[in-house]
DNA sequence: CAGGATCCGCCCGGATACTG
DNA sequence: CAGTATCCGGGCGGATCCTG
């Protein structure tokens, strides 16, 4: 379970608070885009149009959109040149890199089954 | 990336399909309720009424529609008992243990960061 | 170049009813 | 109890246009 992991001689309702916190940060970073944005962002700090590139497939909103939680969430910290052209650049906060940690696992996980799941798919049938 | 980790002598239609193959994989784990009911599986085998419970929030639907999704990649073992009224038990396969170690790291973070994140949101102001 | 705003189609996902 | 099928509304997410 995601929650129910403290205990002790706190109060219910801090619990409680705690819990739906937990909740609610989890449904913000378990989802493909934030995890592969933090993934890009592993590597080094990134300016906004190159992270456009480098997280194929993803739109110009979702993207906006996701940098603006991960901000939200002090995970990824965001500096504005005051230049002409404006040059933004994003990079991992030291929560950031906790979480990337956990990604990068993710990510070797996925390669290392690749075929046993490869496998797998042919034998359910698709 | 989640792409690009082989190199080699292999061939660029093979690792076209592998890269491919990892993004589709990547996408059906790194979703919400997948990962909700990897980390329930991990404590012990689970009845589908038990899941409902255990993975609080989710519906009918989503559930049968991620287990099915789970099955298809090797990672949840389905097991029906030919019993009246019938009797399904769900539990990680051997790749699926694999997967639950990250799941798990992932909660763990969640819980070490969640006064920081708590605080970041104050001051961003929401 | 960064990114806000708006429109809108499509699909996710919930509710419900039905089968074995 | 486990699971499929169907309906349908809300919101995700893409495309586009516009500012600084």
Partial sequence: MVTKQFSG??????????DSLAREIFSDVA???ALLIIE???????RF???RTA???I???MLTQNLRMLERNGLVGRTVHPTVPPRVDYALTEP???LLVTVDAMCEWTHRRLADIDEARR????
Same sequence: chains 1, 2.
């Fill in 31 to 33: 989802n493909k885009w």
């Fill in 55 to 57: 997280v194929e497939g």
């Fill in 40 to 46: 890009a962002l592993g590597e080094r700090t990134l």
């Fill in 9 to 18: 001689s706190a109060d219910e309702a801090d619990l409680r608070r705690a």
């Fill in 59 to 61: 739109s110009h909103k």
């Fill in 123 to 126: 034998r359910f049938g698709g």
């Fill in 96 to 98: 950031g890199r906790g």
């Fill in 49 to 51: 149009s190159e992270l």
